[in-house]
DNA sequence: GACCCCATGTAAGACGTTACATGATTGT
DNA sequence: ACAATCATGTAACGTCTTACATGGGGTC
């Protein structure tokens, strides 16, 4: 289960509770990579700290735990990132669904989503770029660089998702006019 | 659940067994956009007989069943693709999950990693280059063209990523040796 | 006849989502 | 005081995965 590393991984940057690793979940590994809500974040962390892989090193108000790696537990995220994946793992992704199924659409039903596309692909992108400038210059390292690796990647899958977007209404327009029947 | 669209919409685009449909999951969707194996699948053509979205057009050798999109599935594929997705869905990325925890290595290990990513994106645009270069001047409609838009935005995706790891090593290298001490 | 692929199915268990629930603390 | 947010948890339900199971049809 690839939970149980999305944790260890927002961890190694820097500790948290189950709390905030589940407002980073939100806000953004959720969205890219790997969504999971609190109910599935605690009882996981639990499992973790079983193992060994994770540790409590402070409580604080209401109850809250903090939870940081432990030795082993960066080692088994190390080889869980080093390893080359065998096989393509199990991917979902509804948004690429949609993009996947356009086909089925006729060309003026195709277009409008595509519209939609475009239009939010380069919102999302303008929001990333502005996040992008706010850590101009700052190292790629700890907690402050853990997101610009992952903004970069978010940005140019925008821009990328965008683009194509964008050429695939022009291609539709023309299909239309040069290969449907008068 | 998009098991059922994703369904209808290869239905839509031309009728298929369970069988048929659980090969297109493992050799395109389900790489891409939503993975499912046949023991969602024939239950799931099953509800969706039941509900009248589908129906059975013809059995052949070995019990087989081809289904097809009955209008009301139809309508309920193109009332889904055009509706604007409310809130962003639930992702699951293996990949992507990697990607994003990168930060949490050395870098030493993060360009490993990456030279590995630039080479699979590589590759995988190499093989989709193939496949357009294969389709080239065929209309964007029908079971031909199905591919066609798909195979393009996995291969933008694909460029994209490969960019993003040339990229990223680059920085990599760059932080090295400027912000790291001594 | 042997083997491989076609084609579908069932069932146990793991996993995830949704709804419900509780209480502490902070801000106004 | 009140509301919002912090912080965690339980339980029921639904979905998915994994393993098992069966038999027809084509090919050598």
Same mark, same amino acid.
């Given at each position: 289960m690839s939970?149980?590393?999305?944790?260890?991984?927002? !961890?190694a940057v820097e500790? $948290?509770?189950?709390? $905030?690793l589940t407002k980073s979940f939100e !806000?953004?590994?959720?969205?890219y990579a790997w969504h999971a809500g609190h109910t599935s974040i605690y009882p996981e962390l639990g499992r973790l700290a079983e193992r060994g892989l994770v540790e409590v090193t402070s409580e604080g108000a209401r109850g809250s735990r903090t939870y940081a790696v432990t030795p082993a537990g960066r080692e088994e995220l190390r080889s869980w990132l080093l390893q080359p994946p065998k096989q393509s793992g199990k991917v979902?992704? +509804?948004e690429v669904?949609?993009?996947? !199924?356009?086909?089925?659409?006729?060309p003026a039903d195709a277009k409008i989503v595509l519209g939609h596309v475009a239009e939010s692909t380069a919102a999302a992108a303008a929001g990333l770029r502005e996040i992008r400038a706010a850590h101009e210059g700052s190292s790629?390292?700890?907690? +402050?660089?853990?997101?610009?690796?992952?903004? +970069?990647?978010g940005l140019r899958q925008y821009e990328a998702?965008?683009?194509?977007?964008?050429w $695939?209404?022009?291609?539709?327009e023309g299909d239309q006019t040069t290969n449907s029947p008068a």
């Open positions: 939970l149980s590393h999305a944790l260890l991984g927002l !961890l500790p $948290a509770s189950g709390y $905030a !806000l953004s590994l959720g969205r979902r992704n +509804e669904l949609r993009m996947f !199924l356009l086909s089925a659409l006729d790629f390292r700890g907690p +402050e660089g853990f997101g610009q690796l992952a903004a +970069e990647f998702v965008h683009e194509w977007a964008v $695939a209404m022009a291609q539709l």
